[in-house]
DNA sequence: ACTAATCGCTAAATCGAATTAGTTCAACTA
DNA sequence: TAGTTGAACTAATTCGATTTAGCGATTAGT
């Protein structure tokens, strides 16, 4: 009875079997505030949007809205690190339970993404983590304030860009400074695993210029700061590109010039592989010669030799709290991201 | 002068900017076959549409045509190699050629997408090189049959599915057979280099298990054949799970059963850098006591210790041709994709 | 008792492009 | 000269959902 002609149920197939008319059943299924639907008839839509399995058209929807319920988010051509992960687990979670979808695109900056992707999606947000590492234009003091609201004509530019009002623009905007910080402040866990360790003399080391400049600086200010609280001396910073013979000069200049240091925290993973790299060059190894321990877990630490010890952070929370201001909801307190060592070999 | 209201230009606004129908501009912008149109029309439209400024509106097209111009490529999340990205490249290149848009969606298998997202984006077709790994529903010989292809209610479970008629589905599915037969005829540059290296006695490291079985048996027959061909004994066979201290006895008991071996190919870099593991565990040195060849460029053969070398595959030429399989284009010839040896420590 | 507000629902417009079914006029055929 | 054909367009419909304007009936307010 009454089944659609050939495919799929329409608004309209649904109205028809539930004898009203099609607005009444978008109302109901919609739950449109201001729009009082006697139960006897809310029950009745229901009953046959169940019975035909009508699921809403997402792109007749899409015209109609202005912009799909999606968010997209896209992640640099970089490491991909635990956080991330987490993040995106977060994100895709709390998204789903409000009807959105998430959208994960990699290996693009946000500014260049494939021609027409913004316009075939339509997403209501653009996150972009990537921007939060890259410098700011205008950046006063030391929060996110990537305020480039100017006479942007194409979409996207900015770090994230909601679809809607400038309030979910800034919703998200402050969630971006918040991960970057939220990311940095783990700084912490690294160093005091470190000193439990009996190390005294710490080095950091960072990545040379690239997308990750910011929160490279970030990261330095919180080692600096945890260095202090933990009572130990201002750490030496090294920088590697990713060009291994100049890493491992580099890694015996500070060595020449601090020869206490016991142990490197790396900015992440990937500059940890680096400087074992470089180690290995100049036939040092961890953790006996020099203890190093990465940051943001990645995939390969388990492979490499000797293995990484590295930081493992979960930011579902985050993830949780971007997507509520990606979609305009109350972002509500900042939550905690836990964070812990995974030991293995390297230190 | 009718600069349209507010936002964007529609079709109706280049209407009556060139003062035609908006019939009439939808013939000239998509040279509609079966409609005449004057040289002086014509011209006037196109001329009013680029004053404007005009850009079809996507998700109205996608809504009138049931589907977006957009080919989703989902791809596991598995190790990517040098072959993925430059099928990529190859795939967007071709694409954007003929006005298509590429999605790629990474970590999802294709019968696993986050909920929603086909039919948010509707693509035209959906692709999907794992599952060419994967073993098929109907699979003769070795492969492990998890052939799970019962009462999918679901879109996308296939290989490829696309939008249109049967014809271009077969235009894809055509190709992920090539694209893994490919892919896997390259062990002859793999053996051949270790050859030219001095090696007679090569031994086969694959993965054990997992979505790479089919993708590793048909590595092996190619490897076999190419041995042959190359007056190679048989190669023993090493099969490595993700644990290294079981990939280092199983490396001690191929050594022990092989004494002669001087060389590994691995079926990826990934694999390739579990052997280098185990060698570390046994104190072997890659190439002195064991040389040892990826295969399909990773990101981080070069940091690794000895850095690792590998084969390096241009899948573009692959790309091209599943992106006119996928939009309904005629196929053409297979092309051949070139392949070489990226020569660093190891081997 | 008479106006005002509210409930419960519907008709119709709207979003932007593609497309079907014509319409008009001129040229050409029989 | 009537009839056919084709060129060059246009009006109107369609895709499927959302949303505004509004209608009749009931309830509340003074």
Redesign the pocket.
Known sequence: MSIPSG?????????RES?????????V??R?S?????????ERVLAAAARLG????????A????TSRTVLLSTGSGPAGHSLESFIDGLETELGEHGYTLLVVRGHRAGALPAGLLETIAPRAVLDPVSAYAPAAADAGDGAGAASDGADAGDGAGGASGGAGAADRAGVADWEGGWAHGLAAHSQTQLRYLVEQGHREIAVALPEGGPYARLAALRLDYARTAAAELGLPEPPVIRLGSDRAAAAAELRGMRKKHPGVSAIAAFNDDVAFLVLGAMADLELEAPADLAVIGFDESRYGALWRPALTTVRIDAAAYGRRAARGAIGLELGEWPSSPSRVVRRESA
């Not at 495919?7 to 109205?15: E, N, P």
Request: glycine share 8%; no cysteine; hydrophobic share 35%.
């Open positions: 495919s799929r149920a329409t608004l309209k197939d649904v109205a004898g009203v008319s099609s607005a009444t059943v978008s109302f299924l919609n449109t201001g729009q009082t639907i006697s139960a006897a008839t809310r009508y699921t809403p058209h997402r792109i007749a929807r015209l109609r809205e202005g």
